[in-house]
């Protein structure tokens, strides 16, 4: 298996754009999470979904993100409009019963 | 209210030496506990786990040990090695399987 995989790997985008991050969990997995990684916060998480159904949402930080999971095999987070301050490398993570593996991490940056 | 927390930011240990991380946990519900490894700009890599009808976990260099009455897990390396720098996290979770996280610790192992 490839393991979990994200793109991209790295964005920059102006403030009040729309960012648009891509996870491909594990095939099996039944549970996705999103997470964000800042240095001021750590490792904070966003939203997770349980056989594509979001669950828990109340980590994200504001109504300008969203998530979904239309398959099994894909999820989105989306930042629309972004800000600076959403800078951070932003994680994606599945799992079956347990055990999360994560991808490489995408790694935002607004300017 | 951190639920799982790891009290030592950074621990810095000889080569060779015994690398002690700590992490404590307030959720009599958990029953399943994790640590990993995150090198930068990598996502976390999953290290060892513990059930908690167990107290010990050994795999290699590493052992996990559990004591539930106190709510408190560490991870224990023998040797260090050079390899060993990163940032571990400890997380936790109950039947829900969604993962709570301590904040890391960097450890630095010294040459």
């Known amino acids: 298996d490839a393991g979990v995989i994200q793109s991209p790997r790295h964005e920059v985008t102006e403030m009040g754009q729309e960012v648009t991050l891509r996870c491909k969990p594990i095939?099996?997995?039944?549970?996705l999470f999103w997470y964000r990684q800042t240095m001021m916060r750590g490792l904070e998480l966003l939203i997770y979904f349980n056989n594509n159904v979001p669950i828990d949402d109340s980590g994200m930080p504001e109504d300008r993100f969203s998530a979904k999971m239309p398959n099994a095999s894909f999820s989105t987070l989306k930042i629309q409009p972004s800000e600076p301050r959403d800078s951070a490398v932003y994680f994606c993570?599945?799992?079956?019963?347990?055990?999360?593996?994560f991808g490489q991490g995408t790694r935002l940056t607004v300017v | 209210d951190q639920q799982v927390k790891q009290n030592s930011p950074s621990l810095s240990v000889q080569e060779g030496r015994i690398s002690i991380l700590n992490c404590d946990y307030t959720n009599s519900m958990f029953d399943y506990f994790l640590w990993y490894k995150k090198y930068p700009a990598e996502g976390p890599t999953f290290l060892i786990s513990i059930s908690s009808i167990k107290d010990k976990n050994e795999d290699g260099r590493f052992t996990v040990f559990l004591n539930k009455s106190a709510k408190h897990l560490s991870l224990h390396i023998v040797p260090s090695q050079p390899g060993d720098s990163a940032v571990y996290f400890c997380a936790a979770s109950d039947s829900n399987y969604q993962l709570i996280w301590g904040a890391g610790t960097k450890l630095i192992i010294k040459p």
């Open positions: 095939s099996g997995h039944d549970y």
């Open positions: 993570a599945s799992s079956r019963r347990g055990k999360a593996f």
